[in-house]
């Protein structure tokens, strides 16, 4: 089985995903880049695109970003809309 990680994603005052994830892809504003389990620590800007979060049934999820920071440490990623 595939290793997780928690992910959550939140813009003020709704949280929209706070589960365990496989991945999640998103747009920098270098490109587009992935998360995985045990991703090194590190902080991005966000640009308008789709952040796409595969969960552990395999089912993808997408949520659309016009703005955003994403930020990985200690096991768990946080992205803030």
Known sequence: MAKSFHLTIAKI???????????????????????LAD??????????????VKVLDGRTLEFSVSRG????????ATILL
């Open 69 to 76: 920071i994403a930020e990985v440490s200690s096991g768990q």
């Open 39 to 52: 991703h090194e620590a590190f902080v991005s800007e966000l640009r308008e695109g789709t952040v796409r």
């Open 13 to 35: 005052g709704e949280n929209l995903f706070d589960d365990d994830a496989l991945s999640a892809s998103m747009p920098g504003t270098e490109g587009v880049f992935e998360i």
